[in-house]
Nanobody, 123 residues
Framework: VQLVVSGGGLMQAGGSMRLSCAAS????????MGWFRQPPGKERQFVAA????????NYADSVKGRFTISRDNAKNAVYLQMNSLKPEDTALYYC?????????????????WGRGTQVTVSS
């Protein structure tokens, strides 16, 4: 599976931005999808995940109520809608795919990663 991330850029605090992740292959619906981020000088951290059918979502406490993960299995795509952006959301954002699960577990082994896209939020 190849994951291609688009979106990202510079935004003022309070603004909104949407990241997209397009997956190759015909088995997209077989994967749990997720988003991670790596702030400057910090470890990569879990942001959100969505089940294979899209019914179940999970979020990091820091983004709950502000970010929404969604997927379109017909388009082989997963999205991250980010609202009320804060300077602390500044990070390199990664799309991830796993056959079993994506959870906020440090060091979890993930099957596939996309290239990161930079999101910078200015105050």
């Amino acid at each position: 599976v190849q994951l291609v991330v688009s979106g990202g850029g510079l935004m003022q605090a309070g603004g909104s931005m949407r990241l997209s992740c397009a997956a190759s292959g015909r088995t997209f619906s077989s994967y749990v999808m997720g988003w991670f981020r790596q702030p400057p000088g910090k470890e990569r951290q879990f942001v959100a995940a969505i089940s294979k059918g899209g019914q179940i979502t999970n979020y990091a406490d820091s983004v709950k109520g502000r970010f929404t993960i969604s997927r379109d299995n017909a388009k082989n795509a997963v999205y991250l809608q980010m609202n009320s952006l804060k300077p602390e959301d500044t990070a390199l954002y990664y799309c991830a795919a796993d056959r079993l699960r994506i959870a906020p577990t440090p060091g979890q082994k993930i099957d596939y990663w996309g290239r990161g896209t930079q999101v910078t939020v200015s105050s």
